[in-house]
């Protein structure tokens, strides 16, 4: 079965840091560029962050919301993503979901994981 | 950045109705514009890329069009099971970002 699954969420207080995971299977991620999308409880959806594969270096995107303080990055022979969430602030409360882009799709997100629950507070 | 709005926020339909959600883009973005459908408590799913193309399984009473800076998603005949929030998003530019969301609920 193809899917993406996040894991790592939790709560951590203000300043902390946490790191989320997403294992893929049923597909090579090597073969893609891959996403984080978050969502705050009750609020829309807001793109964190890529990282891109192998021919692109493995070069990363960030929104400015986190940049500097966010950190992607993979291991293709794990067929994994993860996410280094450092100084962890209350609006970085959100549903983290990775997301897998595909070309052929004018880049679009064509598969979600189901999401990992992280919680800022103190 | 590319500044995504989406009109309306929220709309009331009853099933049948014909319905069209509009996306506008604060730059030109080509044809880079996909629609995203959301279940209350669900994981948001890919229902148009590249502006107007039908992603695989999802129903043909959706269809998108538009290109440059406004797109719309119009839905045929609004199902019982079309009822949810729909997300525009961009990815002309390495940062993507998605617009607002419109939610439509049952009138």
């Known amino acids: 079965e193809v899917q993406l699954v996040e894991s790592g969420g939790g709560l951590v207080q203000p300043g902390g840091s946490l790191r989320l995971s997403c294992a893929a299977s049923?597909?090579?991620?090597?073969?893609?560029?891959m996403d984080w999308v978050r969502q705050a409880p009750g609020k829309g959806l807001e793109w964190v962050g890529r990282?891109?594969?192998?021919?692109?270096?493995?070069?990363?995107e960030y929104a400015a919301s986190v940049k500097g303080r966010f950190t992607i990055s993979r291991d293709d022979s794990k067929n994994s993503l993860y996410l280094q969430m450092n100084s962890l602030r209350m609006e970085d409360t959100a549903v983290y979901y990775c997301a897998r882009i595909t070309y052929s799709r004018s880049n679009a997100f064509d598969l979600w994981g189901q999401g990992t629950m992280v919680t800022v507070s103190s | 950045d590319i500044q995504m709005t989406q009109s309306p926020s929220s709309l009331s339909a009853s099933v049948g109705d014909r319905v069209t959600i509009t996306c506008r883009a604060s730059?030109?973005?080509?044809?880079?514009l996909n629609w995203y459908q959301q279940k209350p408590g669900k994981v948001p799913e890919l229902l148009i890329y590249g502006a107007s193309s039908l992603q695989s399984g999802a129903p043909s009473r959706f269809s998108g069009g538009g290109s440059g800076t406004d797109f719309t998603l119009t839905i045929s005949s609004l199902q019982p099971e079309d009822f949810a929030t729909y997300y525009c998003?961009?990815?002309?530019?390495?940062?993507?970002?998605f617009g607002p969301g419109t939610k439509v609920d049952i009138k």
């Open positions: 990282t891109r594969n192998k021919p692109k270096r493995y070069t990363t």
């Open positions: 730059q030109s973005i080509s044809t880079y």
């Open positions: 049923g597909f090579i991620i090597s073969d893609h560029y």
């Open positions: 998003q961009q990815s002309y530019t390495a940062v993507f970002s």
